[in-house]
């Protein structure tokens, strides 16, 4: 499975932002997908998750400005970022957790990450 995040950026704070990650490759159910980010010197934190069923779950930091969203027939899972704030600023990394054929096994995948900057 490979996942391709997309539409890391520059923005001034108060701005907005759209990620995008597409999952390709082989592989037979996504269960979970989300997105973490990782700022320097921070550890690697959850930002939202959103299961198969639409269900989802935030970060208290974002809830109200960031929307997480999925296209299931696409693979993909978005993060509609609004009223940046300069703490936003991270390498965001896309997640998806892959069901075992046959298995109640879930093998998280990585993407390779994007960086987002918001200036003050």
């Known amino acids: 499975v490979q996942l391709q995040a997309s539409g890391g950026g520059l923005v001034q704070a108060g701005g907005s932002l759209r990620l995008s990650c597409a999952a390709s490759g082989s592989f037979f159910i996504i269960m979970s997908m989300g997105w973490y980010r990782q700022a320097p010197g921070n550890q690697r934190e959850l930002v939202a998750t959103?299961?198969?069923?639409?269900?989802?779950n935030y970060a208290d930091s974002v809830k109200g400005r960031f929307t997480i969203s999925r296209d299931n027939a696409k693979n993909t899972v978005y993060l509609q970022m609004n009223t940046l704030k300069p703490e936003d600023t991270a390498v965001y990394y896309c997640?998806?957790?892959?069901?075992?054929?046959?298995?109640?096994?879930?093998?998280?995948?990585w993407g390779q990450g994007t960086l987002v900057t918001v200036s003050s």
């Open positions: 997640n998806a957790e892959v069901l075992v054929s046959g298995t109640r096994y879930k093998e998280p995948y």
């Open positions: 959103i299961n198969s069923g639409g269900g989802t």
